[in-house]
């Protein structure tokens, strides 16, 4: 079976070393190795301005608390996301406010995003599903229009670029994953990339609890209350190793993602996503949508090719049920797309197979 998804973990004789070090240095908690990671990672997105954490969602949550979003707040978001991009809005006593998605790819619409401002919006979540990046010149406009902070969920598009420029930097937080079967594992752990240092200082208090790592323990002082969210040094040594791969790694997506883009153009039964002005995805998944959508995943799996909608639309969800509202697009589109296989380990060969195998039909 070809996989939808798989971990990709740097070679033995480079990991093992690393995680050996760290194990026995003493110290495993958030210190330098986190510190360095951060450093190393900042220069790969070229932004400085990074926080490590222990999971993407925490880097969600952090965000919101520090856009001082509140009970009665509302967030509009989308619901064509993994869960946690939601559930860290719930976590922050916020009310969610479903906007559409764009037919052609998925993404949030910023039509819709407009529609449903009101005076008690206070934050957009974006997502760049599967690697594809929001329509973030329009975004952008009404984040400006409304003067809405806008958070943008990295988790899938690490890599992905905006205006030439790889996603990091642009909006106010920047929230990154690195768990298991992302681009870039650390076998769980996350971060956010801040568009400046204004908020270096107080993520780095609130993901030890409140606490000033800097200060002695003995004279430090809460001044707001924090969280359990910090990276420990293992999970960093181990991005550290990862790190040295990711270009090819992220290159190898692209790569098969361009190659079906041209192979699969004209294909009875399967149309092809728009790719926002701007933007150029990094293929964390292939999305296609297809006519009959059971019968292509049945006729995949049947020749040994994982195909799934892999993700759950979140409105569907009871924690969510207060939200509930309509969205024509979100039905359409959640009807016929699918992914297929696309990462590091989709050889030449596989990737020439699978082409093949849709031409077919089913």
Not at 98 to 125: C, F, H, Q, R, Y
């Amino acid at each position: 079976m070809i996989n939808l998804v798989k971990n990709y973990i740097a070679p033995r004789d480079e990991m093992m070393p690393a995680i050996e070090k760290t194990l026995y240095s003493g110290y495993i908690a958030v210190g330098e190795d986190v510190k360095e990671f951060e450093y190393e990672f900042g220069k790969f997105i070229n932004n400085e301005n990074v926080v490590m954490l222990n999971s993407g969602t925490a880097a969600l949550h952090l965000s919101l608390l520090l856009l001082n979003i509140k009970d009665g707040d509302e967030v509009i978001s989308t619901p064509m996301t993994s869960e946690p991009t939601n559930t860290a809005i719930l976590n922050a006593n916020a009310k969610i406010v479903w906007a559409d998605v764009d037919l052609d790819n998925g993404l949030i619409s910023p039509k819709s995003i407009e529609e449903k401002i009101t005076n008690k919006t206070k934050a957009i979540m974006v997502v760049h599903y599967a690697g594809m990046v929001c329509d973030m010149d329009k975004i952008n406009a009404i984040s400006k229009k409304y003067n809405i902070p806008v958070i943008e969920d990295c988790a899938h598009a690490l890599g992905a670029m905006y205006n030439g420029k790889m996603l990091g930097s642009n909006s106010i937080c920047n929230c990154f994953s690195f768990q298991a079967i992302k681009h870039l594992t650390t076998v769980d752990g996350g971060c956010i990339a801040f568009r400046n240092d204004q908020y270096l200082k107080e993520t780095r208090e609130l993901r030890w609890f409140g606490l000033q790592k800097n200060v002695s323990r003995l004279e430090t002082d809460i001044k707001r209350v924090g969280y359990k969210y910090g990276m420990n040094n293992v999970n960093a040594a181990i991005g550290l190793v990862q790190l040295k791969h990711i270009k090819d790694i992220i290159e190898k997506y692209i790569e098969n993602g361009k190659y079906f883009d041209e192979k699969l153009s004209n294909i009875n039964g399967a149309q092809l996503v728009r790719y926002n002005n701007n933007t150029t995805p990094s293929y964390w998944l292939y999305t296609l949508r297809v006519d009959n959508r059971e019968g292509f995943i049945k006729m995949m799996n049947e020749n040994g090719i994982e195909a799934s909608p892999l993700h759950h639309r979140n409105d569907t969800h009871s924690v969510f049920k207060d939200s509930k509202c309509e969205l024509p697009n979100m039905d359409k589109w959640y009807s016929c797309f699918v992914h297929i296989p696309c990462g590091w380990w989709v050889t030449k060969e596989d990737r020439e197979r699978i082409v093949d195998i849709i031409k077919k039909g089913w």
